[in-house]
């Protein structure tokens, strides 16, 4: 309840007055000393690499040769000529708006139900929903499942049951791959926002169900909307952050499950098309542009998100 | 009760909810809500201390049927990942494929150790190498990340929001075009080829900082407030009373960049072969082929199970501090 009032003042921009700028500056010496050794790596190794990225996309840079200006050149060619970033930005979006919403509303259901059970089960189950996340790339194993010969273990349990006779491609047939990708996806986004949620439902006063229960909440679903959202407002929008680069930015089990290319570009996501272009065909301009481009996208969609989450529990 | 609250019930829309008649008079409702609150004590006490509110049977069976399923799904690949290390060549190999190992045997690992003693650098040094890469780049960035995010989530002061700003928006920009001027900046920083470069970047990571702030945030500012006037500074503020506040926020903060630091086979930066983490040496072993399946099983094991220890003793550690923590107002 106290968040809510809180972001209010955090948001009114102190009075700028040149002097009393510097009067502030001096007088917050504490703050400033202890976010220096973070934001001093932070512009070196962050900032300035960001802003050196979006320079290089209104150039022409294979890493070779000095960079080039050659203006809005790459943008007009990667939303007017560009046919695979199309597809590629439909993949994306759809990734965007089916695991995006899905992830984060398990994230929390899952989290919210661990949180009723003992320490020690709770801590188990942690892992058991969080393992797909722990160890780097566990999404190799869905090699391992979806093999297109007889040794996969899909096509050897459903050969199996006898409900297909031959062995499918799944990664290799063009109407399988982005099914297939999302569910990989999904299994894998109990990650970031899930343990944030965890953590989060800890910090909750304990006091406050009890006054609301006196206050009338009935039930375990009244008690989450009135109680436990809105005092873990912070979380919630921290993991929504993390929900949306998370599914934008998916890349890396498409290229590990279907290839980059895949098939007929059936998996091909923003993120891969600008690896293709990174790393394979050196243009880092071009890729610096698609950068730029999801940026754009994720910053917007962000804005909208944390419009929606201010509203929770009223 | 605060004024608040019962603002909030005001605007509950539930018809079910138990609203105070108009005409109760101030000791009347005071009464009223001193009996509810019994009743529930009482609820509490019956039911081993632990208060439960009523919720619907069929409701709990489909969420936990919901969560088993889910669950199975979830756990699979570790199953198999322990199996898989366990299973002789033969089985590795069957079909049709088994997810559970029949003849389970340690072979697997002694392959591994073999081909590891083959190694013209000694895997201690390895193993040395990966502990300071994975254990500087966590310590280091929950410590100054969470530095940076006191002020941020409780001081006022010019440029605030601006900063703020700047570490989410960088979270959403693609490290992949960022990497080509970041090796341009640790070349000139003269830090290429040491483990600075994997570890001064690390510490700057955006998400620690946004995750601390936004749970230091939460916290009441009358717990600074008494601490100041008690004649602490900011910084015995942020040591002693922020940080053990919000131990379960630096606890996963650790999980996650233990995680990636473990991941890190510091391929763009570190050439020295001296100077390169276990995870590097681990993957050049089982990228020999059919015949180190085995062996390639018995890695994959391990490079899971190191994370997997460090995460349950975060885990469990988080799980004690709510029971111990009672410092809200």
Redesign the interface.
């Known amino acids: 309840?106290?968040?809510a009032?809180?972001?209010k003042?955090?948001?009114q921009?102190?009075a700028?007055h040149n002097d009393s700028?510097l009067h502030?500056?001096r007088?917050?010496k504490?703050?400033?000393l202890?976010?220096a050794?973070?934001?001093i790596?932070?512009f070196?190794?962050?900032?300035?690499?960001?802003g050196?990225?979006i320079y290089?996309s209104f150039n022409y840079f294979n890493?070779l040769e000095a960079p080039r200006w050659i203006g809005w050149a790459n943008y007009v060619k990667l939303l007017l000529e560009d046919d695979i970033f199309i597809i590629s930005l439909r993949n994306t979006l759809l990734f965007a708006v089916i695991t995006g919403p899905v992830s984060y509303l398990?994230c929390l259901?899952?989290a919210w139900?661990i949180n009723e059970f003992t320490?020690?089960v709770?801590?188990l189950?942690?892992?058991?929903?969080?393992?797909?996340?722990?160890?780097?790339?566990?999404y190799m194993?869905w090699n391992?499942i979806l093999t297109g010969d007889?040794?996969?273990?899909l096509n050897?349990?459903l050969?199996?049951l006898g409900l297909i006779n031959e062995p499918i491609l799944w990664m290799q047939t063009e109407r399988y791959i982005m099914p297939v990708l999302i569910v990989v996806q999904l299994?894998l986004s109990?990650g970031?926002g899930f343990?944030?949620f965890?953590?989060?439902l800890?910090?909750v006063?304990k006091?406050m169900?009890?006054?609301?229960?006196?206050?009338?909440?009935?039930?375990?679903w009244?008690?989450l909307w009135?109680v436990t959202l809105p005092?873990?407002r912070?979380?919630l929008?921290?993991g929504a952050?993390?929900q949306?680069?998370q599914s934008?930015?998916v890349a890396d089990i498409s290229i590990a499950l279907a290839g980059n290319p895949s098939v007929n570009y059936a998996g091909a996501t923003v993120?891969t098309h600008?690896?293709d272009y990174?790393?394979t065909r050196l243009d880092?301009g071009y890729?610096?542009a698609?950068?730029t481009i999801?940026?754009l996208l994720?910053?917007g969609t962000?804005k909208l998100v944390q419009h929606v989450l201010r509203r929770v529990g009223? | 009760m605060t004024e608040k609250a019962e603002k909030k019930t005001a605007k509950i829309p539930f018809p079910a909810f138990r609203r105070e008649p108009a005409e109760m008079t101030p000791e009347e409702e005071e009464a009223a809500r001193q009996k509810r609150l019994e009743k529930i004590h009482r609820k509490m006490k019956r039911r081993g201390g632990k208060k439960k509110l009523n919720r619907s049977t069929a409701g709990n069976a489909v969420l936990f049927i919901l969560m088993g399923i889910c669950g199975v799904f979830m756990v699979l690949p570790l199953v198999m990942i322990i199996n898989n290390a366990l299973k002789p060549l033969d089985e590795i190999y069957q079909f049709p494929p088994r997810i559970f190992v029949r003849n389970p045997t340690l072979t697997n690992f002694s392959d591994l150790f073999v081909l590891m003693n083959e190694s013209w650098v000694p895997f201690s040094r390895y193993i040395l190498n990966t502990i300071i890469i994975t254990l500087g780049g966590m310590a280091g960035h929950v410590i100054i990340a969470s530095m940076a995010a006191y002020p941020l989530a409780k001081h006022k002061f010019p440029g605030k929001k601006l900063l703020f700003s700047l570490v989410v928006l960088s979270l959403m920009f693609s490290w992949t075009v960022t990497q080509i001027p970041q090796y341009l900046i640790i070349s000139w920083l003269g830090i290429n080829n040491t483990y600075g470069a994997l570890v001064l970047p690390a510490w700057s990571f955006g998400m620690g900082l946004y995750l601390m702030k936004q749970f230091m945030e939460q916290l009441p500012d009358s717990l600074m407030e008494s601490a100041r006037l008690q004649g602490a500074n900011e910084w015995q503020i942020f040591w002693r009373i922020i940080m053990p506040n919000v131990k379960p926020a630096w606890l996963t903060l650790a999980i996650f960049q233990f995680q990636q630091m473990w991941g890190n086979t510091g391929g763009m930066f570190l050439r020295n072969e001296e100077l390169k983490p276990l995870q590097y040496a681990l993957q050049q072993i089982t990228s020999g082929g059919v015949s180190r399946a085995g062996a390639g099983a018995a890695v994959t094991f391990i490079i899971a199970a190191i994370p997997i220890i460090f995460f349950l003793i975060c885990q469990s550690s988080i799980m004690e501090t709510m029971t111990t923590s009672g410092m809200k107002d």
């Open positions: 309840m106290s968040v009032v809180r972001t003042p955090a948001r921009k102190p700028v700028l502030q500056i007088k917050n504490a703050s400033y202890l976010m050794p973070y934001f790596l932070f070196l190794f962050t900032v300035l690499p960001v050196m990225s290089l890493m398990l259901l899952f139900i320490p020690k709770r801590s189950l942690t892992l058991v929903f969080y393992a797909p996340s722990i160890c780097g790339n566990a194993i391992l007889r040794y996969g273990y050897g349990i050969l199996r299994w109990l970031t343990l944030a965890i953590a989060g800890q910090t006063d006091g169900y009890e006054a609301a229960a006196i206050d009338g909440v009935k039930n375990r009244q008690e009135f005092a873990m912070a979380q929008m921290f952050v993390m949306i680069t934008f930015a993120v600008l690896l990174g790393s880092m890729a610096s698609i950068a999801l940026f994720m910053v962000n009223e």
